[in-house]
């Protein structure tokens, strides 16, 4: 596919996801999967246990040009657990007309766990792009979630020099704010410059954890000091919230971290041990 929008002939997708999982009889079923226009998942997987239901977003059109706006909702029903990711990364092409959108809005309800581990957003050189993730988590809801975000294409010599981001995630607890970050990316701004931001580095990556505590954030610092770590990573503790910064230049290296802090936390947060999606092997 082009990476430019030919504003005269484009027709923009209006594409819809929505989805339920439901926990009956000890599974978590995939109770609703409804979609319109090309925004899909095809079956749930049960790679580790009926009890965890692995599904993978397929978006068939394989990137999004100008005035593309894509919606998916995701709600995670009462003790149901869901583990949701993307065969691939999701790409932003250029633009010269309006912005393309993605919203998600991801629910969990009491006792439910959800695992958001999607693959890398690359922005291709002067798109336009609107990001919005919202995680509505219940009292005793848990959460571990990653975004990735790649500015222009280093491969391909292509540094994103023009264009706009709009970026908005937020996770919130019973109407509480536990982590609000939003952001505007404009080519040649400073923020990509100056040490006070991303310091010339093209990915920027966060990973999220509910249900953490003191040990896990120890635990994480000491993994972090036998590893070679090809890129910049930090790591806090708000409350019970575990918040892990990765800023590099290219998503597998943020995604080889993310997946050992992932491995390493699992156990104390979901009570299972890490399995790693065959998608991320293909």
């Not at 999607?118 to 050189?125: D, I, V």
Request: aromatic residues 10%.
């Amino acid at each position: 596919m082009p990476n430019t929008a030919d504003n005269s002939h484009h027709k923009t997708w209006q594409a819809s996801l929505e989805l339920i999982f439901s926990a009956k009889n000890n599974k978590t079923i995939l109770s609703k999967n409804l979609h319109n226009g090309p925004l899909l998942v095809q079956k749930p997987f049960y790679p580790e246990t009926k009890e965890i239901c692995h599904v993978y977003l397929l978006h068939p059109p394989g990137g999004v040009v100008y005035g593309d706006q894509l919606t998916i909702n995701a709600s995670i029903e009462t003790s149901a657990h869901a583990l949701i990711t993307t065969p691939a990364a999701g790409k932003f092409y250029r633009s010269t007309g309006a912005f393309a959108s993605l919203t998600q809005t991801l629910k969990v309800k009491e006792s439910a766990s959800l695992e958001w581990l999607p693959q890398e957003t690359l922005l291709f050189n002067a798109s336009k792009v609107q990001l919005k993730t919202l995680i509505q988590l219940s009292a005793h809801a848990r959460f571990i979630g990653w975004e990735m975000l790649c500015l222009g294409r280093k491969a391909s010599t292509e540094p994103y020099i023009a264009g706009e981001c709009q970026q908005h995630f937020e996770l919130w607890r019973e109407n509480k704010p536990l982590f609000i970050e939003h952001c505007q990316i404009k080519g040649q701004s400073s923020m990509l410059k100056e040490k006070w931001g991303m310091d010339h580095w093209p990915l920027s990556a966060t990973m999220i954890a509910t249900h953490c505590q003191e040990k896990q954030l120890k635990e994480v610092q000491d993994l972090f000091t036998t590893m070679t770590i090809k890129g910049h990573f930090s790591v806090t503790l708000k409350e019970d919230v575990l918040i892990c910064r990765f800023l590099g230049e290219q998503a597998e290296h943020a995604r080889a971290c993310f997946i050992e802090v992932w491995k390493l936390i699992r156990p104390a947060i979901m009570n299972y041990t890490a399995h790693i999606p065959r998608i991320w092997n293909t």
